[in-house]
């Protein structure tokens, strides 16, 4: 049983930095890939970044060399940094399992329909 549960997002000036968290249960966390996903109103959901069980990762371009993604397999916990937030980073965000080849994360393509309640984050002045 998939379970999904995040936190961490708040209100922050543009500028600002969060931590986000996802903690994983129910499944072998050591052999999936963990995505991290972004959803603001009116859009589609989309794909921010990944990691995969031998810590490779992947960033969307819109987030890349400000979002950082790491791993804790012994809290079976992900964390997602967000560095110099922008208004258009104001979404939920929501972590699940994604499929890994060769040692690197595929986010789009999901292990898991499941998903967690996801966190909000606004990014606003």
């Known amino acids: 049983q998939w379970q999904f549960v995040e936190s961490g997002g708040n209100l922050v000036q543009p500028g600002g930095s969060l931590r986000l968290s996802c903690a994983a249960s129910?499944?072998?966390?050591?052999?999936?890939?963990i995505g991290w996903f972004r959803q603001a109103p009116g859009k589609v959901r989309e794909g921010v970044s990944c990691?995969?069980?031998?810590?490779?990762?992947y960033y969307a371009d819109s987030v890349k060399g400000r979002f950082t993604t790491s791993r804790d397999s012994a809290k079976s916990t992900m964390y997602l940094h967000l560095d110099n937030l922008k208004p258009e980073d104001s979404a939920d965000y929501f972590c699940?399992?994604?499929?890994?080849?060769?040692?690197?994360?595929?986010?789009?393509?999901?292990?898991?329909?499941?998903w967690g309640q996801g966190t909000q984050v606004t990014v606003s002045s």
């Open positions: 699940t399992a994604t499929r890994q080849l060769d040692g690197h994360c595929a986010i789009r393509e999901l292990q898991t329909d499941s």
């Open positions: 129910g499944f072998s966390l050591d052999s999936y890939a």
């Open positions: 990691i995969s069980s031998s810590h490779n990762t």
